[in-house]
């Protein structure tokens, strides 16, 4: 087992593994960021199946064009905004291949796949955080997308106005903006309970954080060995 400190490595030196295919890079950098990650999808696409292989889709794409990655912006951020134009990218497919009727249907099963479907809650079990935290990404999912970004990547993953700004390439007042009308748009019910429950909402961690990076390793080595050739891709 590689006994590397790799929490004790700078950013570019990471980068350098990243982009050598050493495993433990690529394992730590995802680790790391496997839950940004996946909450930026997810924000995009409403569905937890769906961000995860946008996820995965968007690290392939990374280590295909991590030679163009200049530092201007923090891996994270660069990594950030690859996986949400993945995440877009897929949504637009989506829409042009869907007709509005079907899109609705299938709006509706996503968000049985993403909640589950359980009895009304009783007055006891309503004040549960589990359950509030169903009702506050509920509400969130409901949000516009733009906002619906701006949002989870500020309030959840507590990305700065400047980082959400660089992984949106949007201006940082954009950013405010769009983080100002969703908190307006959820204010009026979840504002009392939204920041006691934010933090535990869409975790990505434990098993299927480790079986996503275990899965990114692989697809990262086997294209690496299929297609020495790089595209690009501006950092």
Known sequence: ?????????????????????????????????????????????????????????GYLKAFAAIETFEGRSKLSTWLTRIVINEALA????????????EQMAAAARHIDTLYGTTPPPTPDQFAEQAELRVLLEQAIARLPVTYR?????????????????????????????????????????LAPVARDVLDGSLLFG?????????????????????APGRATLSG
């Not at 960021?33 to 937890?48: E, G, I, P």
Request: hydrophobic content about 50%; aromatic content about 6%.
């Open 1 to 57: 087992m590689d006994k590397r400190d790799y929490a004790g490595l700078d950013e570019s030196a990471l980068v350098a593994l990243f982009c050598s295919g050493d495993a433990g890079a690529i394992r730590f950098i995802a680790t790391a960021n496997n839950q940004r990650l996946f909450r930026a999808a997810w924000a995009v696409l409403k569905d937890s199946a769906e961000a995860e292989d946008a996820v995965q889709s």
């Open 90 to 101: 897929r949504l637009r497919s989506a829409r042009r291949h869907a007709a509005r009727a």
């Open 149 to 189: 970004i701006a949002f989870v990547l500020r309030e959840i993953e507590g990305m700065t106005v400047d980082e959400v700004a660089a992984a949106l390439n949007v201006l940082p007042a954009t950013v405010k903006i769009r983080h100002f009308r969703a908190r307006r748009m959820l204010q009026a019910d």
């Open 206 to 226: 434990g098993a299927i954080c480790v079986a996503l990076t275990e899965r990114v390793n692989a697809l990262i080595a086997a294209h690496r060995d299929a």
